[in-house]
């Protein structure tokens, strides 16, 4: 089990919550590693590897509709099988989402924002939470990105159009970490 949750460990180790709520999300995704597996689905609160992808010389960000939750978010989501390092998971779920093939971490690999995300219930999951670590991905190819499907659109937003965009606080939150970067 160590080595399987190494990952997720080293990277809170290494990283400084910027608020009080955000220490105690650390702190329960601290405790779910060291319960079990972390990334079971099943499990009422389990761990997800989400990204905002950047193009860093327009410094525009790329949002995805999620049409579940009627929101503009993320890309990202849930670990496949054997699956425990959430940077690799958000690298997968980026490009699979948007069709990115040279998605690379940016400025760095690490986490920018760690958040406890309530999901509803759907048609078949009941009400869970998503521990979301977040990291930053760039792709030097934006007119490449192509939607995983019709239902899921995406849009290049400078900042600032995106904040008019997003309804989430917690991504509006994400947003406000990462436009300092591009910002330069």
């Known amino acids: 089990m ?3 949750h190494h990952a997720v460990l ?3 180790a290494r990283y400084e919550p910027k608020s009080a709520a955000e ?3 650390v702190e329960r995704v601290r405790a779910l590693v060291a319960s079990g597996d972390p990334w079971r689905r099943s499990n009422p609160l389990h761990v997800t590897g989400s990204a905002l992808i950047v193009h860093e010389e327009s410094g525009r ?3 995805r509709w999620h049409q579940r939750h009627r929101s503009w978010l993320l890309v990202g989501g849930h670990a496949d099988p054997d699956e425990t390092d959430p940077l690799a998971i958000a690298l997968r779920e980026g490009r699979e989402e948007t069709g990115l093939a040279d998605l690379a971490p940016w400025p760095d690999a690490e986490v920018r924002h760690l958040v406890i ?3 509803p219930a759907g048609a078949r999951e009941a009400a869970h939470e998503h521990a979301d670590i977040r990291f930053v991905l760039a792709t030097r190819a934006p007119e490449t990105a192509r939607p995983e499907n019709p239902q899921a659109p995406l849009r290049w937003l400078t900042p600032r159009e995106a904040r008019g965009v997003i309804t989430e606080e917690n991504i509006q939150e994400t947003l406000s970490r990462v436009e300092p970067l591009l910002a330069g």
């Open 23 to 25: 220490r105690a999300d």
């Open 117 to 119: 995300v309530p999901v």
């Open 2 to 4: 160590v080595t399987a």
């Open 61 to 63: 960000v790329l949002l």
């Open 10 to 12: 080293d990277l809170l």
